[in-house]
């Protein structure tokens, strides 16, 4: 079987909200499978120089103009969080400690997270409602709650981010397909066609 696509993400992206929604069904129509891999822009960002986009001078304005037409775009709920850009260490963290138990429920998770902050406006920065969130999906909120202070969680973390660093990644969505990588979700179209052609 091909290899699976690396997906690296970070929980406070718009753009990365944009493509995990799309991400798994574009790689089963070719036969892929998909490693979900959030991220800390926070930290990357310290090493690029780069802000978060409201940040930006006219590029805000922009963004949000444009985040608006991208999810109309792609049939997806959104709406900016009343809080953004936000901390993403508790999403981020859940998802790595329910991945190593049951990974298809971190994909849910992280699903479901997403969702609840860029379609319901829920803070997901506290590790009270990523519990929450992560208790629709019959985890144990008090468990994930105590483990998101656990030692091995954090530092968990912060391996898949400096290992996410070192292997070039610089933003949210950023997709590896085969060693190829492709930043943002407006180059999920290039994406399918480099799976469809194997590449040109």
């Known amino acids: 079987m ?13 753009y990365g909200y944009f493509a995990a929604m799309r991400i798994d ?3 089963a129509r070719h036969g892929r ?15 690029t120089g780069g802000r978060p986009l409201p940040a930006l001078p006219l590029k805000g304005k922009y963004s949000k103009h444009d985040m608006a037409r991208s999810a109309r775009l792609y049939g997806i709920a959104f709406r900016l969080p009343s809080m953004f850009p936000i901390a993403t260490q508790a999403p981020a963290r ?10 298809a429920l971190a994909v849910k998770l992280a699903n479901a997270l997403y969702h609840a902050y860029f379609a319901e406006d829920r ?7 990523t519990a929450e969130v ?3 999906l019959g985890i144990d909120r008090a468990e994930l709650i105590a483990a998101l202070n656990e030692p091995a969680v954090k530092d968990r973390l912060k ?8 292997r070039g990644v610089f933003g949210s969505p950023y997709i590896v397909v085969d060693g190829e990588p492709f930043w943002g979700a407006d180059r999920l179209e ?3 066609r480099w799976l469809a052609a194997g590449g040109w």
């Open 2 to 14: 091909a290899d699976p696509i690396d997906f690296y993400f970070d929980f406070s992206s718009p």
């Open 25 to 27: 069904g574009l790689a």
């Open 33 to 47: 499978s998909v490693n979900w891999r959030p991220i800390l822009l926070g930290a990357v960002f310290k090493l």
């Open 94 to 103: 859940a998802f790595y400690w329910a991945s190593d138990r049951d990974p």
């Open 123 to 129: 803070d997901i920065s506290s590790p009270e409602a």
């Open 134 to 136: 992560a208790a629709t």
């Open 159 to 166: 391996r898949e981010v400096d290992a996410a660093i070192a």
């Open 190 to 192: 290039q994406v399918e």
